[in-house]
């Protein structure tokens, strides 16, 4: 497990992820990112769970499986989340991440065959047909 001894600052975590400060706090008020106690006027986060996030986008949903059980370890020790609970669904039954990801693909088709229905029929009919390639 990770020692709550290994964290960064705010900032320092915004300039090891490159985005904003404002970025990191969003972050932590979407539950992306677990704070550590204030000491004094400097907030801390676990190093561990920001350097899972390196190359990513910060969101949950981002982490792998393996991933996701450190982030949720880490944010156990900080003392933001149960023992008991889990709060990353996808990460107990890997057939919930599929199922988002099906339902992701029709939202998205549905949106596109909504923007085609807005053009005169004739654009329709030549957006419905095939490319040659």
Do not use: C
């Not at 001894?5 to 090891?16: D, P, R, V």
């Not at 990460?91 to 693909?105: I, N």
């Amino acid at each position: 497990m990770t020692s709550l001894t290994e964290k960064m600052t705010y900032k320092e975590a915004s300039s090891y992820l490159g985005v904003t400060v404002s970025a990191i706090q969003h972050a932590i008020k979407r539950g992306a990112l677990t704070p550590l106690p204030r000491q004094g006027l400097v907030r801390y986060l676990p190093a561990r769970q920001v350097q899972l996030f390196k190359g990513k986008p910060i969101a949950l949903s981002f982490l792998t499986s393996e991933e996701g059980k450190v982030w949720q370890d880490t944010a156990r020790q900080a003392g933001s989340l149960p023992a008991h609970k889990t709060v990353i669904p996808y990460l107990t039954d890997e057939s919930l991440g599929e199922e988002h990801g099906k339902r992701f693909g029709r939202n998205f088709a549905r949106g596109v065959y909504d923007e085609i229905q807005k053009f005169d029929p004739t654009t329709r009919e030549d957006l419905a047909r095939p490319l040659a390639v």
